[in-house]
């Protein structure tokens, strides 16, 4: 009985909550870039001044602000209340308004204690409510394009560099005045990262990993023609002899082509198709931006009027910024004509992924200036938080660009 009140009383204070974020977006109150100071200012307050009261006050004005919620910033101030003994649950139960689940609690060992309790959750009337919710404000539409362009994009990289850039420039012209119409395909506006999600839905045929397994007659064909050879991603046994290609998805499931003698591919690990699940986020996107190099240039004032809607995370336009700075991309900067963005503003150091050559070791005063005019937070506290991380078992950076 206690627990069924608890349910209730939880579900109202949800409601109430989405309410008044409701309200808040109708009379033009949600802009995302004070969502995103108020997540520093939360941030500051713990790492630098050690203030918990003052962090958690500022994570809460942003959590009852405003609609959306990055459920990285909810599993964040979760794990900072839990190892400063306050009550975080009530962060982790928000979290399922905006895709959360429990499998995704794995990845945090101080929130261990709670995946129990959140796997029963699941399956009541309440969460299913929630879920619905959830899924009812996703574009399926916009989110199938994409993993048929995501997947396309990964057989299409092994071209001749030629004309894979134009491949690139094809898909950017129709991307971006999708993103103008329908938002930057985040996780707020296609959901968070997931290989069944279709399932959830009724059109299973339609999940990323069934459109994968139609990849075994693409290659078999491709390979058969003799007019090009291909690569894949093994996972399970490579080298000579091998007969099946595992593709392992972030949610544990397999899928395995099986080959004859005949068709066995030449050589592994260059094709890559999965959905990563785990960045808490819908990385899909980033790996076709990634791999146009210029996507930050060409995108730029669309991506901030994404920020703006709380579409797109200004970490991620940061991490768009520094792909463009990269060392390997110099050629074909001056190929393109891409703007070299290290002669002006220095680099945000988002990711540890990237490397910028001579510009590597850029002065603190300038990375920080950079992120502060993009509202991130200095460099100092990500130092202080990937500390956190090895020391007490927190999990604090999400995403394509994580930190390591």
Same mark, same amino acid.
């Given at each position: 009985m206690y627990m069924k009140r608890k349910l209730i009383v939880f579900t109202i204070f949800t409601l109430w909550l989405l309410s008044l974020a409701a309200q808040n977006q109708r009379n033009g109150n949600e802009n995302y870039w004070n969502y995103h100071d108020l997540i520093n200012k939360a941030e500051i307050a713990f790492y630098l001044n050690e203030n918990v009261d003052s962090c958690l006050y500022y994570y809460n004005q942003a959590f #009852?602000?405003?609609? &959306?919620? +990055?459920? $990285?910033? =909810?599993?964040?101030? /979760?794990?900072?209340? *839990?190892?400063? @003994?306050? %009550?975080?649950?009530?962060?982790?139960?928000?979290?399922?308004?905006?895709?959360?689940?429990?499998?995704?609690?794995?990845?945090?060992?101080?929130?261990?204690?709670?995946?129990?309790?959140?796997?029963?959750?699941?399956?009541?009337?309440?969460?299913?409510?929630?879920?619905?919710?959830?899924? #009812?404000?996703?574009? &399926?539409? +916009?989110? $199938?394009? =994409?993993?048929?362009? /995501?997947?396309?994009? *990964?057989?299409? @990289?092994? %071209?001749?560099?030629?004309?894979?850039?134009?491949?690139?420039?094809?898909?950017?012209?129709?991307?971006?005045?999708?993103?103008?119409?329908?938002?930057f395909p985040s996780y707020k506006v296609i959901g968070i990262a997931d290989s069944t999600i279709f399932s959830e839905i009724g059109k299973p045929e339609l999940d990323f990993m069934r459109r994968v397994e139609k990849l075994h007659d693409y290659f078999w064909q491709k390979e058969r023609t003799g007019n090009e050879t291909f690569s894949f991603a093994f996972s399970g046994q490579e080298g000579e002899g091998s007969k099946q290609v595992e593709l392992t998805l972030a949610t544990g499931e397999a899928v395995t082509i099986t080959f004859t003698d005949e068709e066995l591919p030449p050589s592994p690990a260059k094709y890559r198709f999965s959905i990563p699940g785990e960045y808490i986020t819908n990385s899909l996107v980033f790996n076709l931006l990634h791999h146009r190099g210029c996507s930050f240039s060409e995108l730029y004032e669309i991506l901030l009027e994404e920020i703006q809607k709380g579409n797109l995370h200004p970490r991620e336009l940061g991490f768009l910024y520094d792909r463009q700075c990269e060392s390997v991309l110099v050629s074909w900067r001056k190929r393109t004509n891409c703007p070299d963005l290290l002669q002006e503003d220095g680099v945000f150091r988002t990711s540890k992924i990237l490397s910028f050559g001579k510009f590597e070791e850029w002065s603190v005063e300038k990375v920080n200036a950079l992120r502060a005019k993009y509202h991130i937070v200095p460099e100092e506290v990500d130092k202080i938080k990937e500390t956190f991380e090895s020391k007490h078992g927190f999990k604090l950076f999400w995403g394509y660009f994580e930190w390591d």
């Open positions: #009852s602000t405003f609609t &959306f919620n +990055y459920v $990285s910033d =909810l599993l964040n101030a /979760a794990q900072i209340a *839990q190892f400063s @003994k306050k %009550d975080y649950k009530p962060f982790v139960y928000k979290g399922l308004n905006y895709g959360l689940k429990s499998y995704h609690l794995t990845q945090t060992p101080l929130l261990n204690e709670i995946i129990t309790e959140i796997q029963d959750f699941e399956n009541t009337s309440e969460y299913k409510t929630i879920r619905q919710n959830y899924l #009812s404000k996703l574009d &399926f539409d +916009y989110m $199938s394009w =994409l993993f048929d362009l /995501a997947i396309d994009d *990964q057989i299409r @990289k092994m %071209d001749p560099d030629s004309i894979y850039e134009i491949y690139t420039l094809s898909y950017m012209i129709e991307l971006a005045p999708k993103i103008k119409k329908n938002g």
